[in-house]
């Protein structure tokens, strides 16, 4: 059995059902917000002529659309971030613990003491001998990626000056998507 490849392949198979799942969610979001729009412009013409109930209207549906375009879909891919991450994560540790079962390392990625992303590291190049050199550049995403999870988890996705700001700012400017 080639735990790598089977282990490889489970992930694809993982990222592939995150994908679709996504692309459910925001097709739902885009309906939605397209299903507002119509209703509102038929219930707009019913009552032509009538301030008032227009008035209210356009404050009801105002609110709704807000919230089916840009609230909710927003919360949705803070927890959907959220989601990735702990997946990521988790896949990582549980490579180091396969690996230390395998190979009867001297110590498990539990005993060592930081983030769960440092001890993957230095469990992964210390025992298993993976050379981050190599790999620097997505590392150095995947740290940057696990930063604004953080900001998420622990501010609400709040993001003020100070603490991380300019990195985490200057990612997103400079990321497609």
Known sequence: MNYAANKLQHIKFGITEFVK????VEKFFEKATTDIDKEY????RKYKGNE?????????YSDKYNETARVFPNQFRISFFNQIMAYVVF???????????IKATKYKVSDLKGSDLDICKKYLKNSAGVDFNKVNKEWEFLKLC????NKFVHTLGSFETGDGFEVIKKFI????G
């Open 173 to 176: 400017e400079k990321t497609d």
């Open 91 to 101: 896949q990582l540790i549980e490579i180091c613990e396969v690996h230390h079962i």
């Open 52 to 60: 008032d109930a227009l008035n209210n209207l356009g404050d009801h």
């Open 41 to 44: 412009k038929k219930l707009e």
């Open 146 to 149: 696990y930063t604004i999870r």
């Open 21 to 24: 799942y996504n692309e459910v």
